[in-house]
C-alpha cells in the first residue's frame, strides 16, 4: 500500500497542502472529520497522502488505507474496506469478527467464518463500527484511493462511513481522479453530495509551480542536468510530476523531442472515450500551440455549427479539454497536446496547419504574427515563417516581453536560409543576443553571437563583423570575461579603424569600459573623453551617457572626484538618461553609483540604489536583464550584511519563472544566512551551485563563504577548505582574479574554520594549517598592494584574517603571537565590523575577543562583549555564533579542580611536549595523555594547549 512506505524524497511544493490536509482531516485537532482530495493523475495525490500518513503515524494515529481497483464489471464489493481490515493484526481481526458478524464478507479467512450473504444495512453498521471501535484505543486514519474507480457498492459504503458520526477519532481521506470525472461519471454526482455532508472538506490539488517541479528533478539525481535541459522538462510537465519523471527517466530534455511511447499511449488512450466528430476537434486543436478561440476552432475544423459544439463539449466533458477565458479552448495539459500532435500523420498536420494559416491571415481576421510563424514553419511556407516571426519578436519586444522576442528571433535564425533578399542578417543576431540578454540569459546570449562570428563569410564587411564584435565585447565584460572582452575590444578597433563614425564611437566607449574594469584609469580617461567628443559631434546621445557614467566609475575612485560630487554626477546622468527614454542607460548609471557607494561603505545609501535599479528593472521587463538583476541580489546582498537576514531571504525568494542562473545566485545568497544560523540541511544545495560557479563569480564567492563555515560548523574541516581552494581555482581559472578580494574573506573564514578545528586535531597535523594560513595572509598582502583603494569591507576582512591567523597560531602554540598582539588584532577586526555595519561579524570576532580576554583573566570584560554579541546572535538566529558564547560561559570561573594526574599533564603541556613525550616521562599511553589533555581543556574552557597554559599560570595552578 502506498501509505505504508516511508518517503524516500522530501515532499515538494506542497507544504501548504498537507498541513490543510491535516488540519481538514482531523488529524491535529482529534476530532472525526474526512477529506475528498482530487487532482488529476500524476499530480501528486499519492506521494501526499503517503507524507499524511507518516505524519499521521508520528502523532500517534494508526493508519490503515484501501485502493478501489480498475476492474471494470469484475470489481469486487467494498475492495479498499477489506483491503484495510486486512491490514490490522489477527487479534483485532478476531476481535471484530466475533462483535460484528456482519463484517465476514470482508475479513480474512480463517478470521470470520464466511456465510451466505448478510443485509447491507447491517453491513455498513457494523463497518463503521468496527472503525469507530479501532479508534477506542488509538486514533484511525482511513485513507481510499483512486475513488473514480470505486464500484456503486463501494461509493455507497463510502456516502455512508462520511456521513456517519464517530464516537471515537476516526478521520478518512478519499482520493480520486478529478481528470476522469466526466459529465457522465458516476462519482461526479456523487463526489458534488459528499462534499456537502457535515465534517467533509473538499480539497483539489494544483499543478506545482516551476520551482518545485525543478526540486523534484534535482532530487532525482538530475542536479547536472544544463539548464535549457532542466527548463525543458520543467516547461513540458507543467506541474505533474509523474510527467516530469517520465520526461527524465526517457531522457527527454529537448523540448523538441517526441514523448516516450509509454507516456504518450497513456495519455492517447483517453481518446478513446470520443465519437468521430470530437476527435477530429480535439486533432485540429493539438495544432493551435496553446490556447485556441472558438471562432478560429470551428472554421478550422469545418464541421457544421452543432456538430462542432456537441465535440468540444464531449471533449471538455471527458476532461481532454478546458474552457478558457470565456470563448477560448486549450488542452487540460500541454503533454496530452503534445502527444496528439505527435500522433497525427505528417501530410494530416500540414493539412491542419494550412487550415489556421487561412483562417489566421484571412481578410478581417487578427492573427498575431507568433500564430502566424508557428502555423506557417509547420506548413512548410518557411519564407512566410521568416518574416513573421520576426514580427513576432519585434512585438514581444515592444510588450517587454524579451524571453519571447528571443524564441521569436532564434525562430528566424533557424529560418534563415528563406529568408527574403536583403535581411539583415546580423541586426537580427543581435536583436535575438539582447533579448537572450535580457530575460537573464547572458552566456546563451554571448554564444550565439560567437558561433555566428566564427561562421562569418570572409567576404563579410568590416561593419557588419564590427557591429557583431562590439556586442560580444559588452556581453563579456558585464559576464566578467575580462580575457574575452579585453581581446575583442582591441580588436575591434582594428576592423572599424580610424574613421569618426558612430560604428567608432561605440568600439571607443566598449574598449573605455574594458580599461577602466582592469584599473587601467588613465588610458580609460584618455579614450573615454575622445569617444564623448565624438559621440556628442556625431548626436549619438546613448553613447555619450554610456562613456560618461564610465569616466565617473573612474574619477570616483582616483580622487578625481570625492563622493557627494560623484553622486550629484551620476544622479544628473541619470535623470538625463531617464528622460531620453535610455532606459538601459538609466539602469547602468544606478549599477555604477550603488557600487561607488557600497564600496566606500554608505550601505543606505548604495541598497537605495540597488533597490531603485530592481524597480526600473521590472518596471520596464528586465527583472532579470544585467543591472536591473544585480539590483535584487546587491540589494539582498546588503540586508545580510547589515543584518537584516529575514528581509535579505525574502529579496532572494525568487517564486516562479526565474532564469536558472539567477535563481542559483540567490539560492547562493540564500545560503549565507542558513550558514549564519546554522541550517546544515542546506548543504543539498552544494551540488546545484557547484555546477554554475563558472558562470557568475558572486555566486561562487557567496555560496562559496556559505559553504566554508557550513562544513566547518558541523566539523568537517577538510570539506571547508576544499571548498576555499575550488573557489579560488576558479575565479583565477576562469576570471584571471589571482588578486581578486574575495580571496581575503575566503580566507579569513576558512582560518577561521582551522583555529577552531585545531585544538582537537593532533599535533602532527597543524604544521599543514600554519602552512595554508601564512600562504593565505601573503595572498591577502598582495591583494591590499594591488588594490590601494580597498573599502571598509575588504580592510575588516584582512584584520580579520590578520586575527584568526594569529588565533591559529595561539592555539597550536607555533610561533605564538604575544597576548597584547593577538588582543590588539582581534581588537582590530571588531572596529572594523563595526565600522562598516555588519553586525553578525562584528559579534563573531567579539567573542573570539572574549575568548582572549577570560584567559588573562579579565572576565567583566569579557562579559561585556559576549552580552553584545549574545543579543545580536538572538536577533538573527545565529545558532552556531550562540553555541560558541556559551562554550565561554565556564571560562570565568575562578577555581579550577584537576586531579594530581591531570596536573602533572598540564605541567608538561606547558613545557610544549607533545602527547608522546609526555607518556614516555609520565609511564603512560598516549591515548591516557589524550585523555587527559581533553579533560584539562574542558575544564580550563581553553581552546587549545597554548591558551591552557596561559589560563593555569594565571590561575596560579603551574609552578
Not at 475492495?79 to 469478527?97: C, G, V
Amino acid at each position: 500500500m502506498a501509505t505504508d512506505r516511508t518517503p524516500s524524497t522530501p515532499l515538494f511544493g506542497r507544504a501548504a497542502e498537507l498541513e490543510q490536509l491535516l488540519v481538514a482531516s482531523g488529524v491535529l485537532a482529534g476530532d472525526p472529520a474526512a477529506v475528498l482530495l482530487g487532482g488529476d493523475a500524476g499530480i501528486g495525490k499519492t506521494r501526499l497522502l503517503r507524507e499524511l500518513a507518516e505524519r499521521a503515524r508520528a502523532a500517534g494515529h494508526r493508519v490503515v488505507a484501501g485502493h478501489c481497483l480498475d476492474l471494470g464489471d469484475s470489481a469486487m464489493p467494498y475492495q479498499p474496506f477489506a483491503e484495510a481490515f486486512a491490514s490490522i493484526d489477527d487479534a483485532e481481526r478476531d476481535e471484530l469478527a466475533a462483535r460484528f458478524p456482519a463484517l465476514a464478507p470482508l475479513l480474512p479467512w480463517p478470521s470470520a467464518e464466511q456465510s451466505a450473504g448478510v443485509d447491507r444495512s447491517e453491513l455498513f453498521a457494523s463497518v463503521v463500527a468496527g472503525l469507530d471501535l479501532l479508534a477506542a484505543e488509538q486514533p484511525l486514519l482511513l485513507v481510499i484511493e483512486d475513488a473514480h474507480w470505486a464500484d456503486a457498492s463501494t461509493r455507497h459504503l463510502i456516502r455512508y462511513a462520511l456521513s456517519y458520526l464517530f464516537t471515537h477519532p476516526v478521520h478518512v481521506v478519499v482520493s480520486y481522479r478529478a481528470d476522469d470525472l466526466h459529465r457522465r461519471h458516476p462519482l461526479r454526482q456523487a463526489i458534488a453530495e459528499w462534499a456537502r455532508l457535515p465534517a467533509v472538506r473538499r480539497v483539489e490539488l494544483s499543478p506545482l509551480d516551476d520551482v518545485a517541479v525543478a526540486d523534484l528533478v534535482r532530487a532525482r539525481g538530475a542536479s547536472d542536468l544544463a539548464g535549457d535541459g532542466l527548463s525543458a522538462v520543467v516547461r513540458r510537465a507543467a506541474g505533474n510530476a509523474f510527467f516530469a519523471e517520465e520526461l527524465l527517466d526517457a531522457g527527454l530534455a529537448d523540448s523538441r523531442a517526441m514523448l516516450p511511447e509509454t507516456l504518450a499511449d497513456l495519455l492517447l488512450i483517453r481518446l478513446d472515450r470520443l465519437d468521430d466528430e470530437a476527435r477530429q476537434v480535439v486533432r485540429a486543436a493539438s495544432c493551435s500551440g496553446g490556447r485556441v478561440s472558438d471562432r478560429v476552432l470551428s472554421q478550422v475544423v469545418g464541421l457544421p455549427g452543432p456538430v462542432f459544439d456537441e465535440a468540444i463539449r464531449s471533449a471538455i466533458d471527458h476532461k481532454i479539454m478546458t474552457q478558457v477565458d470565456g470563448d477560448a479552448y486549450a488542452f487540460r495539459h500541454a503533454l496530452l497536446a503534445e502527444a496528439v500532435r505527435d500522433d497525427l500523420l505528417p501530410g494530416e498536420r500540414r493539412r491542419i496547419n494550412h487550415a489556421y494559416l487561412d483562417v489566421l491571415t484571412a481578410d478581417g481576421s487578427h492573427g498575431s504574427a507568433a500564430e502566424i510563424s508557428m502555423h506557417a514553419a509547420a506548413a512548410g511556407e518557411l519564407t512566410r515563417a521568416f518574416v513573421a516571426s520576426v514580427e513576432a519578436g519585434e512585438s514581444a519586444v515592444r510588450l517587454s516581453g524579451y524571453d519571447e522576442a528571443a524564441r521569436h528571433y532564434e525562430q528566424a535564425l533557424d529560418l534563415l536560409g528563406s529568408a527574403p533578399e536583403g535581411t539583415d542578417v546580423i541586426g537580427l543576431l543581435v536583436a535575438a543576443a539582447d533579448s537572450w540578454m535580457t530575460s537573464g540569459h547572458l552566456l546563451r546570449a554571448l554564444a550565439l553571437l560567437n558561433e555566428h562570428l566564427e561562421a562569418l563569410p570572409a567576404a563579410t564587411s568590416a561593419e557588419d563583423r564590427a557591429r557583431l564584435m562590439i556586442p560580444i565585447g559588452t556581453m563579456a565584460l558585464i559576464a566578467e570575461r575580462d580575457a574575452e572582452s579585453a581581446r575583442v575590444s582591441q580588436e575591434v578597433l582594428e576592423v572599424v579603424g580610424p574613421e569618426r563614425t558612430v560604428l567608432r564611437a561605440r568600439a571607443e566607449a566598449l574598449r573605455t569600459a574594458v580599461l577602466a574594469d582592469a584599473w587601467r584609469d588613465d588610458e580609460a580617461l584618455e579614450l573615454g573623453e575622445h569617444a564623448v567628443a565624438m559621440a556628442e559631434d556625431l548626436g549619438a546621445n546613448d553613447i555619450v551617457a554610456e562613456v560618461t557614467v564610465t569616466l565617473a566609475r573612474v574619477l570616483s575612485r582616483t580622487g578625481g572626484s570625492d563622493l557627494d560630487k560623484s553622486r550629484q554626477r551620476y544622479d544628473e546622468l541619470i535623470e538625463s538618461s531617464r528622460k531620453d527614454g535610455n532606459v538601459l542607460g538609466e539602469l547602468r548609471g544606478l549599477h555604477n553609483l550603488a557600487f561607488v557607494l557600497l564600496n566606500a561603505g554608505d550601505l543606505d545609501a548604495a541598497e537605495a540604489a540597488f533597490r531603485a535599479a530592481m524597480a526600473r528593472a521590472q518596471a520596464t521587463g528586465r527583472t532579470w536583464a544585467p543591472y536591473g538583476f544585480d539590483g535584487k541580489a546587491f540589494a539582498g546582498v546588503i540586508c545580510y550584511i547589515r543584518g537584516r537576514w529575514d528581509e535579505a531571504l525574502a529579496l532572494q525568494d525568487v517564486g516562479t519563472g526565474a532564469p536558472l542562473l539567477a535563481d542559483a545566485i540567490l539560492t547562493g545568497e540564500a545560503l549565507m544566512v542558513a550558514a549564519g544560523r546554522g541550517e546544515v540541511d542546506a548543504l543539498v544545495e552544494e551540488p546545484r551551485l557547484r555546477g554554475v560557479w563558472e558562470r557568475d563569480i558572486a555566486l561562487a564567492v557567496h555560496s562559496g563563504a556559505a559553504l566554508i563555515d557550513l562544513h566547518g560548523d558541523s566539523g568537517n574541516l577538510d570539506a571547508a577548505r576544499a571548498v576555499r581552494r575550488d573557489v579560488a581555482e576558479i575565479i583565477e581559472r576562469v576570471w584571471d582574479g589571482h588578486l581578486f578580494m574575495a580571496h581575503v574573506r575566503l580566507g579569513a573564514l576558512v582560518v577561521g574554520q582551522m583555529a577552531t578545528a585545531a585544538a582537537d586535531l593532533a599535533r602532527s597535523e597543524h604544521a599543514d594549517l600554519l602552512e595554508e594560513a601564512a600562504g593565505l595572509e601573503a595572498l591577502a598582502a598582495e591583494v591590499a598592494q594591488a588594490n590601494p583603494t580597498m573599502g571598509p569591507e575588504g580592510h575588516a576582512w584582512r584584520l580579520r584574517l590578520t586575527a584568526e591567523a594569529a588565533r591559529l597560531r595561539w592555539v597550536t602554540g607555533i610561533d605564538a603571537p604575544s597576548a597584547d598582539e593577538l588582543e590588539r588584532a582581534w581588537r582590530d577586526a571588531v572596529a572594523a565590523f563595526a565600522a562598516f555595519g555588519q553586525p553578525f561579524e562584528e559579534a563573531r570576532s567579539a567573542t573570539r575577543l572574549a575568548a582572549l580576554l577570560l584567559a588573562a583573566g579579565r572576565d567583566e570584560e569579557a562579559r561585556s562583549c559576549l552580552a553584545a554579541a549574545r543579543e545580536t546572535a538572538r536577533s538573527l538566529g545565529a545558532k552556531p555564533l550562540l553555541a560558541e558564547i556559551a562554550a565561554l560561559g565556564g571560562k570565568a570561573r575562578s577555581e579550577v579542580e584537576l586531579t594530581p594526574r591531570e596536573l602533572e599533564v598540564l605541567q608538561q603541556v606547558s613545557a610544549g611536549r607533545s602527547n608522546g613525550e609526555i607518556g614516555s616521562r609520565l609511564f603512560i599511553s598516549t591515548k591516557t595523555v589524550s585523555v587527559h589533555v581533553s579533560n584539562i581543556l574542558a575544564k580550563l574552557g581553553a581552546a587549545g594547549r597554548t591558551e591552557a597554559a596561559a589560563i593555569a599560570r594565571r590561575k596560579g595552578l603551574l609552578d
